[in-house]
């Protein structure tokens, strides 16, 4: 009769297996709804990225530079394109959360159209050159047939930090502004400013 030994690598596989159990029964996973504000910490979070974009959203269709573009446009829709979120803060923010959001409220508003940004228009070119090649005729779209933009939505994420003396008490306080410029005339028509002020206590 052969006895035969645990091999080092059978060893391992088999605690490796004992220590990914014990972190199973240690971990707990809970679903949230995403609209709750969970204030784990004082950084810019995804919850104030929503709060921006519904701040902008209301501000923006409740202001009176829609109406005021379509009038002196004979009735005309104005076609809004997104460029540059800039960063000024220390955080990593992905302004994307906000400007979607704000892209998508607007347009399903059906007062404004949307054309694809910078970043998204080298996707959809590229695919009409391939289709000028590949795709039956009957469906072969157009080149340089794209809808202009009339408006250009632009932006900035401003941060100021006030730290007290003995380190127990910082406040981060957080201006995003985003406006709207004609493209044609460099003319702003909208401005929409939103303020978040965060304040952490330690409590030891």
């Known amino acids: 009769m052969i006895k035969r030994t645990a091999t ?14 014990g972190c199973e029964k240690s971990q707990r996973i809970e679903r949230v709804d995403p609209s709750e504000v969970l204030d784990y910490q004082v950084k810019f979070d995804e919850d104030d990225a929503r709060e921006v974009a519904d701040a902008m959203i209301t501000d923006a269709l409740s202001r009176p530079w829609i109406d005021t573009w379509m009038a002196e446009h004979a009735g005309g ?4 394109i997104v460029g540059d979120i800039l960063n000024n803060t220390s955080d ?15 347009l399903n508003s059906g007062r404004v159209a949307i054309v694809a940004s910078s970043s998204e228009r080298g996707q959809l070119r590229g ?32 941060e100021n930090r006030e730290t007290h003396r003995n380190k127990k008490r910082l406040i981060r306080y957080y201006q ?29």
């Open 8 to 21: 080092p690598a059978l060893l391992l596989i088999a605690t490796l297996g004992l220590t990914l159990a």
């Open 77 to 80: 829709r104005p076609t809004i």
């Open 92 to 106: 990593y923010i992905d302004s994307g959360i906000f400007t979607v959001a704000f892209e998508r409220d607007l």
């Open 127 to 158: 695919e009409r050159e391939q289709g000028q090649d590949w795709s039956r005729p009957e469906t072969v779209k157009r080149m340089a047939y794209e809808l202009g933009a009339d408006l250009m939505l632009i932006g900035r994420i401003s």
């Open 176 to 204: 995003v502004s985003m406006e709207l410029i004609d493209i044609e005339s460099n003319q702003k028509v909208w401005i929409g400013i939103h303020e978040i002020e965060k304040r952490m206590k330690k409590i030891n």
